[in-house]
């Protein structure tokens, strides 16, 4: 492909090709509908809600001094701004039903293609050599932080009052599962059969874990960034440790 016929693209002007309208006006129109009961149901009303409105979170994250540099940001900002609209009723009852029902009650079901998407791109999207070649030496150390992390929890667990079993299984591997979509709702699915446990109560015990888990994470990534930027010899400064790195142009992508 020659140089003509490359199409580069702001992040801006892929907004505007990507929305037609501007954000606001999407989010306005979104927002007035809910509040009128009109916003329909499933895929259609919760992308031209969530979309819109995540759009201009990310932008706001983005440029909140102490936020974007130590607290990760735009994710911890959707999380509690998010939760705090349904707690205090800012997003009516039946805009959350219609929400609820986007995610996981009709055919939408968007949180399990969200769960096979994530999956399946973070398998096909690494090179193949690449997971060949590093694979094991990155099993180790995983396996290692696995173990160290749930020896943690089975400690710290009986000291708060938990059974060390229980603190393992409702807190340590729904948080080491990958949060809510790689974690707590397929453990649920898996304890739910298993058990004919209610999928609510499962989640009920499982969700605050992963989102304190979560946001946790987020605040420790970010300070750990921001650490390596300013003392570049703790973070490698782009060594790759022995594990080969491939050229950009033979990473594998779907």
């Known amino acids: 492909m020659n140089e003509k016929n490359t199409v580069s693209l702001s992040e801006e002007?892929?907004?505007?090709?990507?929305?037609?309208?501007?954000?606001?006006?999407?989010?306005?129109?979104?927002?007035?509908?809910?509040?009128?009961?009109?916003?329909?149901?499933?895929?259609?009303?919760?992308?031209?809600?969530?979309?819109?409105?995540?759009?201009?979170?990310?932008?706001?994250?983005?440029?909140?001094?102490?936020?974007?540099?130590?607290?990760?940001?735009?994710?911890?900002?959707?999380?509690?701004?998010?939760?705090?609209?349904v707690y205090y009723k800012v997003i009516p009852e039946a805009g959350v039903k219609t929400l609820q029902s986007f995610m996981k009650d009709t055919g939408a079901d968007f949180l399990n293609f969200y769960i096979c998407g994530l999956i399946a791109g973070a398998i096909l999207g690494i090179n193949a050599k690449l997971l060949v070649k590093a694979g094991l030496r990155y099993a180790v150390p995983l396996a290692g932080c696995?173990?160290?992390?749930?020896?943690?929890v089975a400690v710290v667990g009986p000291l708060l009052g938990y059974n060390w079993k229980d603190s393992i299984c409702n807190i340590g591997l729904p948080i080491l599962g990958g949060g809510m979509g790689g974690g707590a709702v397929p453990?649920?699915?898996?304890?739910?059969?298993?058990?004919?446990?209610?999928?609510?109560?499962?989640?009920?015990?499982?969700?605050?874990a992963v989102v304190l888990g979560n946001v946790?994470?987020?605040?420790?990534?970010?300070?750990l960034d921001r650490l390596g930027k300013k003392v570049p010899r703790l973070s490698g400064t782009g060594r790759s440790c022995g594990i080969p790195v491939l050229p950009t142009s033979s990473r594998g992508s779907i």
Do not use: H, N
């Not at 259609?44 to 130590?70: A, V």
């Not at 696995?146 to 943690?152: H, I, Y």
């Open 13 to 85: 002007d892929i907004y505007q090709e990507f929305m037609g309208w501007p954000v606001f006006l999407c989010l306005a129109i979104s927002v007035a509908a809910m509040y009128l009961g009109v916003l329909p149901k499933g895929i259609i009303g919760g992308m031209c809600l969530l979309l819109p409105l995540g759009l201009i979170l990310e932008k706001i994250g983005s440029r909140i001094p102490i936020l974007k540099d130590y607290l990760g940001g735009p994710p911890l900002l959707m999380i509690f701004l998010g939760a705090g609209l």
């Open 216 to 223: 946790l994470s987020i605040i420790a990534a970010g300070l």
């Open 187 to 208: 453990m649920a699915q898996v304890v739910e059969k298993q058990t004919g446990r209610d999928m609510k109560e499962i989640l009920s015990v499982f969700v605050p």
């Open 146 to 152: 696995v173990l160290a992390s749930c020896a943690v």
